[in-house]
């Protein structure tokens, strides 16, 4: 009960400035380049896309077939497909599947590359040894070769399977990079400073070591969702998977080897439309990520 | 300093015990994939081994000659417990015998790889070499100005070629030159009416239709140069000996070559691996402007359910990648001295 009488103030207390520090922190990096708020608001819209956007189509999209590759006008902003369906509302309806598998991927490699990752690093010793080569596998092992020979076994149903694999499949590279944060980290003299005081192993981890580390771990897991989101729309557009429901990968493939999209430059708006917004996906992406590396890494602030 | 050479008298040398480790590593890497490979053609629904024998007894043939011609195709016997058809695989591996493929009938699946290969290989050489080299150059400038106008605008071009996959890129190139502004043949890697050889028409058409490819390769591989760079230069300045350096006086040539060797250390290795990582990461580009390589083999093959070629495919390619890897560690400790002596890793 001493040690509360020495630091000022109550525990929650400390968290609570911290935290509002952290936001200041964040706030600060957004605003010294307008770009991040750009990236920020990208990021957002696509978000209410997959929430919102399938609500505002039918279920089954009307086709025209008086329009069949409609030129861009008001009525068809992106032009129509081969069936005479907008392409706008392709793009619309297909994000929730796409931004789906990257949540599910961004759930499992959390978990799993932050815990590992941790118990790696703070403990060392065999589970070291085993998890360094596990990760060394799945970091040479291809991913992508992989996944399409996997494909043939498994049936991907769904976003959420679909995001449960390419997890299971992508979690060592979070886990590494936790891991080594992890053994940089446990020499510093916080650590030491709140080993000194006894304190107990799960509020090193939980209140010094993961703070500290959540911008990094937030970081590397962007890194991750985008590869997921990337992997599975190559994998439909490769067309190894059945096309069980409208996604951004589908088109591509339809547009590509289907419906003859580069034959006439009429219908090159249908093409485009899901590569420009993978475009704009990542765009926003990576001006998050650059945000982040540096609230992460002071030494990218060059005075 | 040398843990190892004090204990036991046993005096080794560091670089020899690095490429035993290696080697010993690579090899079980390559034997777990393998089985990995043998599990999933085992584990595919309806088993094709089987159902290839089955087919072949229905049709006539001798439960002997059948089984024969199923294990010259996949490469082990269909019948037979888990364990001997492991053993079966495992040895005809060994002989470098992959099986038949079932959509080219009567072609070995070696055959099919080695002729894939080599349209693998020279794009990925091409298109690598030629980013390294853009990307590297830019990178020092990147790492040096890094809040400039231009060093942003080269950081924020990095991320974003870095940050796209390889088929948007290929796609818009596809797109650009082929619909837009038609000036490129669309796909294949060579007009048919050639003769092979060295004689200019065939030669022109093989540039023609690989310029595409390489043009996708070095853009998707560009920005992860220029980073890379960038983040090794950073951390190169950083150092003491540039301060030494700068407080010597020195002329900013000599220090631009101070920084440029020392930043591109690290990079050497990450060249080597992506050599090896392009083998799989060629299965876009390929696909795209349907260029007979590994990568496309691969799709082809699960397209008609061609198991064998693809368990083969998928074999080679991650080999590609585990030798990849065994090279760019030794190489790094040939050309950085201070791993060499310094670490036992």
Known sequence: MTVTTILPGSPGNTGATLRRNFWRGVGRVLRRKPSRIAGVGIVALFGAMALFGPMLYPAHLPRDNNALYAAPSLAH??????????????????????????????????????????????????????????????????????????????????????????????????????????LSLRERGFIEAARGLGLSTRHIVGRELLPSMAPYIAMNVLIAVTGAIYAQVGLFFLGVLPFDSNNWGVMLNLAVFGGGALTSTAALPYLLAPLLAILLLTLGIVLIVDAMDEIFNPRLREE | MKPFAARGGLRVNPMTRRLAGHLARGLVMIWVVTTISFVIIRNIPGNPVLGQYETLIERGMSPDAAERATAALYGFLPTGTLWEQYTGYMKALLHLDLGQSLSTPGTEVVTLIGSATKWTVLPVLGGTLLSFVLGVTLGVYAGIKRSGKLGDLLSISGSLLHGVPQYVIGLLVLAI?????????????????????????????????????????????????????????????????????????????????????????????????????????????????????????????????????????????????????????????????????????
């Open chain 2, 177 to 345: 030159f082929t619909t837009l502004w038609p000036i490129f043949p669309a796909g294949g890697p060579v007009d048919v009416e050639f003769v092979p050889g060295l004689n200019a028409g065939y030669l022109a058409s093989l540039v023609q239709h690989a310029t595409l490819p390489v043009l996708t390769y070095a853009l998707a591989s560009y920005g992860g140069w220029v980073l890379a760079m960038k983040s090794s230069v950073a951390t190169v300045l950083g150092d003491d000996f540039i301060l030494a350096a700068e407080l010597r006086g020195l002329s900013r040539g000599v220090l631009f070559r101070y920084v440029a060797r020392n930043a591109i250390l690290p990079l050497f290795t990450i060249l080597a691996l992506s050599l090896g990582m392009l083998f799989g990461g060629a299965i876009f580009i390929e696909r795209i402007f349907n260029y007979p390589g590994l990568g496309l083999l691969l799709v082809n093959s699960i397209g008609t359910r061609d198991y064998a070629l693809m368990g083969g495919t998928f074999l080679v390619t991650t080999m590609a990648i585990i030798v990849a890897n065994i090279a760019a560690d030794l190489f790094y400790a040939v050309i950085d001295p201070r791993v060499r002596t310094g670490g036992a890793a």
């Open chain 1, 77 to 182: 902003p992106f032009g129509t497909d081969f069936e005479g369906t907008d392409v706008l509302a392709l793009v619309v309806t297909g994000s929730r599947y796409v931004i789906l598998t990257g949540l599910a991927t961004a759930v499992i490699t959390v978990a799993l590359g932050t815990a590992l990752g941790l118990l790696a690093g703070f403990h060392r010793g065999r589970w070291d040894t085993v998890l360094m080569r596990i990760t060394d596998m799945q970091l040479t092992i291809p991913g992508l070769p992989l996944l399409l020979v996997l494909s043939t076994i498994w049936k991907f149903q769904g976003p959420l399977e679909m995001g449960l694999v390419l997890g299971l499949l992508g979690w060592g590279g979070v886990a590494r990079a936790v891991r080594s944060q992890t």
